[in-house]
């Protein structure tokens, strides 16, 4: 069977790296990028076949970036999973716990973990760019006094021994991720489907009622809009433009009405994919 190159965000052993799993399975041969414009670009150029992002976390909130980037590259939401964010203290396996005086991960990792710090204060924060880099930095360098936070794959990965499992605040962490493509061939294997969902993104006049009008296009017809996001649109200082998910799939014919009339009232208005709910 042919592999698919699937591009996503930071080293091997990263959360994205789990949801790729979760998408494609086997079908998958990862690509690590250093940053999410790298998986985009990778993506856009024909160096991978698909990529996987992150879009949002339940605890974190929505990864901004990546908002930026799907209006930026011409490419298709064509999946979508949740991952189970754990996240675990490692370390070599010749350092004990209580050795430990600095803990590395990504920003966002360490700031889930801060029950873990304030019953621990003798260990200090050190932001990194990864998890997983964290966790494959303190193996390669051997450090006596220093852990990462990663995952249970990037533990496996790098040889790291875990000290402390599941160690962040809240169980309900979870992070939601996008499999993208350039057309729609690239596909998760078949399952039922029960709801589809829709991505789309659109600005109005910066009028009174503008958006007040422009979403009555869903309420009107009885769609179920999941989620609203809005970004600073570039070059037009305080106007905004709006991300928006609904339940149903473009091509059925309510969401095609409902599309027909938000692109008469938009000023721009592109749909960025149709997909199975996660």
Known sequence: MRKVKVGFQGELGAF??????????????VVPCPRFEDVFRALDQGDTGASVIPIENTLAGSVHENYDHLLHFDVR???ETNVRIVHNLMAPPEVRFRDIRRVYSHPVALNQCLDFFRKNPRIEKVPFYDTAGSAKMVM???LPDAAAIASTVAASIYGARILRR???DDRQNFTRFFLLNKTRRVLPPPRPVK???TSL???TRNI??????GLSAFALRDLNLTKIESRPLRGKPWEYLFYV??????EDPVARKALGHLAELADFMRVLGSYPRG
């Open 16 to 29: 994205s790296q789990e949801a790729v799993g979760q998408l494609l399975g086997d079908r998958a041969a």
């Open 166 to 168: 599941s160690i962040e």
């Open 195 to 197: 709801v589809w969902k």
């Open 140 to 142: 390669d360098e051997k």
């Open 245 to 250: 998910d609904f339940e149903g799939r473009e």
């Open 77 to 79: 939401i064509v999946a």
């Open 201 to 203: 993104v659109f600005t």
């Open 208 to 213: 009174p009622g503008a958006l007040f009008r």
